[in-house]
């Protein structure tokens, strides 16, 4: 969201078919391949569930008429095709409305590993499959009412819920720690480094704690929204710190439950110290 963006999305045509070129056909296939092994005993099962439900093709990009008949039959959402960078309001609207915006561009193979824009890759891969989970889905639909109707202080913490949910987001299961952020599940370092960490307890920031940051292992708290709505991020780093919800229907919980409130409580009490170089701030 925003401006600057160094890529231009291919626009649909009139039938809504993106016409993608060999080297992108050839981008997304090598993308694809190579995060569904990296997911493997990593992602939570409402994740696979899902993209087992859309069922994406590895040779090529999939059309979003694909996608949505997935997800209009599952949650009653859709994808829209959008420039590469849309604004908040926008933004905002679109979840409000169950559509989940889609920059119709892939990166290019020098930026295979990480770019900070999300691309098509990230928002089908990363996050279509959790819009399958009524759970996640409700969350999302919630979420985007709010921000239509916050004021900009407002949406910076609400921003930090979003990110460390539907973009950073860790679920604990019978089987262990999973992911179900889709930030992380576009990303193979992250992926991976994401369950190399360690808890700290309570509600109080890591440094308040005197726990020492290691940048080779993140650490971990339980899920907490005014928590996180205090807790600064970086997007251009591994993240130093994750939530861990208990169960994916505590987003739904949380769905219903008086969100603004806790962002007036959030703004109350302030930030925690940033467990980053404050050098690059977050986004806003």
Same mark, same amino acid.
């Given at each position: 969201m925003g401006s600057g963006t160094k890529y231009v999305s291919n626009k649909p045509d009139e039938k809504g078919v993106v016409h993608w070129d060999c080297s992108e056909?050839?981008?997304?296939?090598? &993308?694809? +391949? /190579? +995060? &569904? #092994? $990296?997911? %493997?005993? /990593? #992602? $939570? +099962? #409402?994740?696979?569930?899902? @993209? %087992? @439900? @859309?069922? @994406?093709? +590895? %040779?090529?990009p999939p059309q979003l008429s694909d996608i949505n008949e997935v997800l209009q039959s599952t949650t009653g959402w859709k994808c829209v095709a959008v420039p590469a960078l849309i604004n908040f309001d926008r933004f905002f609207a679109l979840l409000a409305n169950k559509q989940f915006p889609v920059a119709t561009f892939l990166r290019r193979r020098e930026e295979f590993d990480y770019l900070q824009e999300p691309d098509f890759f990230h928002e089908i891969f990363g996050h279509c499959a959790m819009l399958t989970n009524p759970a996640f889905a409700a969350f999302t639909h919630t979420y985007g009412n709010l921000g239509a109707k916050a004021n900009s202080a407002q949406r910076v913490y609400l921003a930090r819920l979003y990110w460390f949910t539907v973009e950073f987001g860790l679920l604990e299961q019978l089987d262990g720690l999973r992911i179900y952020g889709g930030g992380i599940l576009s990303s193979p370092g992250e992926t991976q480094y994401s369950l190399t960490g360690k808890r700290v307890s309570g509600a109080s920031s890591a440094s308040d704690q005197g726990v020492a940051i290691d940048e080779t292992r993140p650490l971990y708290k339980s899920f907490d929204p005014v928590d996180i709505m205090r807790t600064p991020y970086r997007i251009d780093i591994m993240q130093p710190l994750y939530f861990i919800l208990e169960d994916i229907n505590k987003l739904y919980e949380l769905a219903h439950q008086d969100i603004m409130s806790m962002v007036a409580q959030a703004q109350k009490l302030g930030l925690h110290a940033p467990l980053f170089d404050t050098k690059i701030k977050e986004v806003s």
């Open positions: 056909d050839l981008v997304w296939h090598d &993308l694809i +391949q /190579r +995060q &569904l #092994a $990296c997911i %493997e005993g /990593r #992602a $939570c +099962q #409402a994740y696979i569930d899902g @993209l %087992e @439900l @859309l069922d @994406l093709p +590895q %040779e090529r």
